[in-house]
């Protein structure tokens, strides 16, 4: 479940790139709600924080995984357990 009602930003640079996310997702996706994609794009968002991706592979990372829970979510393909990840007990501290 995510973690954050949206992706933080700082009003920094990034801001201007969760925004070109999210007009790119909803440009592709018309028949979603902005709260869909606002939910992927969560989700995304802490799953790449959970594991501790590189600053500089995020928001590609994030912009994929948050495409395809849309694709899902508009009925487009079958989800794909391997595409839907799941927090783990892990023996990394955080």
Same mark, same amino acid.
């Given at each position: 479940? %995510?973690?954050?009602?949206?992706?933080?930003? !700082?009003?920094?640079?990034? !801001?201007?790139?969760?925004?070109?996310?999210?007009?790119?997702?909803? &440009?592709?996706?018309?028949? *979603?709600?902005?709260?869909?994609?606002?939910?992927?794009? @969560?989700?995304?968002?802490?799953?790449?924080?959970?594991?501790?991706? %590189?600053?500089?592979?995020? *928001?590609?990372?994030?912009?994929?995984?948050?495409?395809? !829970? *849309?694709?899902?979510?508009? !009925?487009? @393909?079958?989800?794909?357990?391997? *595409?839907?990840?799941?927090?783990?007990? &892990?023996?990394?501290?955080?």
């Amino acid at each position: 479940m %995510p973690t954050t009602a949206r992706p933080s930003t !700082g009003g920094t640079k990034a !801001g201007g790139e969760w925004e070109r996310i999210r007009g790119r997702l909803a &440009s592709h996706f018309p028949e *979603l709600s902005e709260d869909d994609i606002v939910a992927e794009l @969560v989700h995304a968002h802490d799953s790449v924080d959970y594991v501790g991706m %590189p600053e500089e592979e995020r *928001l590609e990372l994030i912009e994929f995984m948050a495409r395809y !829970g *849309l694709l899902v979510r508009a !009925g487009r @393909v079958s989800p794909s357990d391997r *595409l839907d990840p799941e927090r783990h007990a &892990s023996p990394r501290r955080r």
